[in-house]
């Protein structure tokens, strides 16, 4: 297998070496902030070649001519062209500046044209532009809501931040914000996601025809870029919505060498409902609130050299406490009570990248994430008879989370436009906290014993490492592929596993408008996340493999074709096929809320399986832009003990999901965006009959109480009702004398369609009643842009 390898990546390398080449290297930044352009071309008419500049902004371009006439461009902004006369390897940096729409025309035609050319398939990359443009709930510009218009992509419901995409589950997206794993992204129990956009640089989802280079997940990586921070001059912005601000600052330190970036975002929903709360109980005190902080510092210190420092805290945190008296003629009872609950995200990065000559580009990055998740209450109770206090003080604390240090180092040499090889290694220490719960009650009152223990499960420290080799080849004009292994090992509770997984995608032209496409990979993950399909609570547990619980394996096919329809538009169509192996489930009558139980006797083994086609027209031309996503697909799961042993569909198994999402320029100053979706309804149980019961009860997809008792037939066999609902915004953009503000209203819901958010079971009329929490909401949003 080796000796194999070694002699297909040499006879891939023969096919680039020439008489004389000469290599063009260097970066490609923006003009005004030196930000770092991501995707963008250098090509040559000549040759008709072309590179584009990788995750980094770093290009490397071989040709076998002394004079040579190339093009550097990246959508909006304009081209540059330079005829360079070569007797040597030669550094150079291009610096793009924005340009004007006649222009654009040719940047766009070279962007699709790319597209079209890539081997690569099933990834999305979300502009930034309408990301910012279109209308949110509340205002608040979310990533993770935008590429819910994305197809493949399902929602887990109606308002929510959740990705589900091509049958998965939450647990199989590998998030990276600049690379470090990001374990929870979503704030307000699953309303909005963590990121703040006017931070972020670059967004790619991949769904499948895995690169190499990826890995640990099944089902999807989204991959986001932070801003590097202006090298050029001091640059702003601050944002009022609805129910938060944010404000975004970056510049240069001392010289162009070194720049910042430092973004916040926090909720004020706790100050704004603190009146109305205290009008309805002036004894108690309810609060929630979120916050995020994200900082960046890139130091140069060459042009071969370069070292990135950042840091991402985000925290969420809900309190609810009361005081109440209780006076009689003999006594006074004073109690205090106060329930909590609060999760939160701490990482780290540090990454070097470092230019060896001018062909092969380094990246070493050593990076720390922490998830925490803590709940727990605290009861105050003092009595006064007499004379004499009597006290007792009861409190319960229980935490969970995972916490990683990683190191990576990635290479990508570059020989030729024709051939590009990437290889890398990665390692991470992983120490999961599955659940420790502390109670504690004191009390001077000889009758009631005293409280202190601590139980749970232990922590569990675990390795994971993984090494990958990708090619990406050009044979010819007409077929493109990149071929890959990552072979990844995991080594927990004194046990080693370890997996092979190939990738292959292939790209075939047919003509200069149509490319066919198509990839196989395979994908493990070494980790599981243990979660409540009745919540959407950040109970969640992150578990290891164990000797019961296997590694989970995936194998997806995939086929499609791209179309070029013209110079501004492009129409692709996907269908796949992906097999899932060792997935976990809460056994039936099993939760969080279960107890002592360990949670290895608390779940069910089983495997899953999707399919589907995905069609997307996208236009990102012109004074109207936008896109059009429709996916078809079918999920089923299956486990031994779950639903007499028979396949059910997946709860978030949707046949249809349509998404519309347009923008329009009405004048320079002024813009409008609408998107409208629909979507067929989640997959939920529904108990077949009744015992002893006249109660009425929220019934949340699967949760029952432990009263009233009913009786089921088969898993997730009913369906919520379909979703729908349009949205529309519009932009105001007027430039003042030290900055530009923008001024953002819209409609969440314009016609007030009542998309079931859960469905409520009337026990006594015996149906199912669709209870939906978002109507028609208005919004309005400032910012001001220095």
Not at 100 to 119: H, R
Not at 532 to 553: A, E, F, G, R, Y
Not at 617 to 630: D, E, H, N
Request: proline share 3%.
């Amino acid at each position: 297998m080796k000796k194999t390898l070694f002699f297909f990546i040499l006879g891939c390398y023969s096919l680039t070496l020439s008489a004389q080449n000469f290599t063009i290297s260097g970066y490609i930044s923006d003009t005004a902030s030196g930000e770092k352009l991501i995707g963008a071309n250098v090509y040559s008419k000549e040759s008709m070649k072309g590179v584009v500049t990788n995750n980094y902004g770093f290009y490397s371009f071989t040709v076998n001519k002394s004079t040579i006439n190339l093009s550097y461009s990246f959508v909006g902004y304009k081209t540059q062209k330079k005829i360079l006369n070569l007797t040597k390897d030669t550094l150079i940096n291009i610096s793009l500046s924005s340009n004007n729409e006649l222009n654009e025309v040719i940047v766009m035609e070279n962007k699709l044209e790319s597209e079209l050319k890539s081997p690569q398939m099933s990834v999305m990359e979300l502009p930034l532009k309408e990301l910012k443009t279109l209308p949110v709930l509340f205002g608040e510009t979310d990533v993770l809501r935008t590429l819910q218009l994305m197809p493949g992509v399902h929602t887990g419901g109606e308002g929510t931040s959740g990705l589900y995409v091509r049958g998965g589950g939450p647990d199989q997206n590998l998030i990276l914000l600049d690379g470090i794993q990001i374990y929870n992204v979503y704030h307000l129990f699953g309303f909005f996601s963590v990121f703040n956009t006017d931070a972020i640089k670059n967004i790619k989802l991949i769904k499948g025809g895995f690169p190499a280079e990826y890995g640990g997940r099944l089902s999807s990586i989204l991959d986001i870029r932070m801003k590097e921070g202006n090298t050029k001059k001091l640059k702003g912005s601050i944002s009022l919505g609805l129910i938060a601000a944010s404000f975004m600052l970056e510049g240069p330190i001392k010289n162009e060498n070194t720049s910042f970036i430092i973004s916040a975002r926090r909720t004020y929903i706790d100050i704004l409902s603190r009146p109305f709360i205290k009008n309805i109980a002036d004894d108690a005190v309810v609060g929630y609130y979120f916050y995020d902080l994200t900082g960046k510092i890139n130091h140069k210190f060459s042009d071969k050299s370069r070292l990135y420092l950042s840091t991402y805290i985000g925290k969420d945190s809900y309190t609810n406490k009361c005081d109440e008296e209780q006076i009689s003629a003999s006594s006074k009872i004073s109690i205090h009570s106060e329930n909590f609950l609060g999760w939160a995200n701490y990482t780290a990065a540090m990454r070097w990248n470092y230019i060896f000559g001018s062909k092969l580009f380094s990246n070493t990055s050593i990076t720390y994430s922490n998830y925490k998740y803590q709940t727990g209450m605290d009861n105050n109770k003092t009595e006064t008879i007499g004379d004499s206090i009597y006290e007792n003080n009861y409190s319960y604390l229980y935490n969970s989370g995972i916490e990683d240090i990683s190191g990576k180092i990635d290479f990508e040499y570059i020989p030729s436009p024709n051939y590009t090889l990437k290889f890398g290694a990665k390692y991470i220490n992983h120490t999961f906290r599955p659940g420790v719960s502390v109670e504690k009650n004191m009390s001077n009152q000889v009758d009631i014993p005293p409280l202190d223990t601590v139980y749970g499960n232990n922590n569990i420290y675990a390795n994971e490492l993984a090494a990958y080799i990708g090619n990406t080849i050009n044979i010819g004009k007409y077929i493109s592929a990149n071929m890959g292994l990552r072979i990844s090992d995991f080594y927990v509770n004194g046990k080693w596993y370890y997996a092979f997984e190939p990738r292959v995608s292939i790209r075939v032209l047919v003509g200069s408008k149509l490319s066919l496409k198509a990839s196989y990979s395979v994908m493990n993950q070494y980790i599981h996340l243990l979660t409540n399909t009745s919540s959407n609570m950040p109970t969640d547990l992150w578990l290891p493999v164990t000797d019961k619980v296997k590694p989970q394996n995936s194998v997806q096919y995939a086929i499609g074709s791209v179309y070029n329809i013209n110079k501004q538009m492009s129409v692709s169509i996907e269908t796949y096929y992906k097999t899932m192996d060792n997935l976990i489930e809460y056994a039936e009558g099993s939760s969080f809320y279960t107890g002592f139980t360990n949670w290895e006797d608390m779940i069910e083994t089983g495997k899953g399986w999707s399919y589907g086609a995905e069609l997307f027209v996208k236009k990102q031309f012109g004074k109207t832009t936008g896109w059009l996503g429709y996916t078809w697909s079918k999920t089923e799961r299956q486990f031994e003990n779950i639903n007499f042993g028979e396949p059910f569909p997946y709860k978030y198994d949707r046949r249809n999901d349509l998404n519309i999402a347009v923008t329009h320029k009405l004048k320079d100053n002024i813009d409008i965006s609408a998107t409208w979706v629909y979507g067929t309804g989640n997959a939920f149980t529904m108990p077949h009959s009744q015992i002893n019961s006249t109660n009425f009860y929220s019934y949340r997809l699967g949760y029952v109480p432990s009263s009233p008792l009913f009786n089921f037939e088969n898993r997730n066999s009913y369906r919520m009702p379909s979703n729908h609902r349009l949205d529309f915004g519009v932009n105001f953009y007027k430039q003042k004398k030290r900055g530009k503000r923008i001024w953002s209203m819209g409609i969440y819901n314009v016609y007030n369609r009542k998309n079931a958010f859960y469905l409520e079971y009337d026990s006594f009329n015996q149906q199912m009643v669709a209870v939906s929490i978002f109507p028609i909401l208005p919004y309005v949003n400032y910012k001001f842009e220095f």
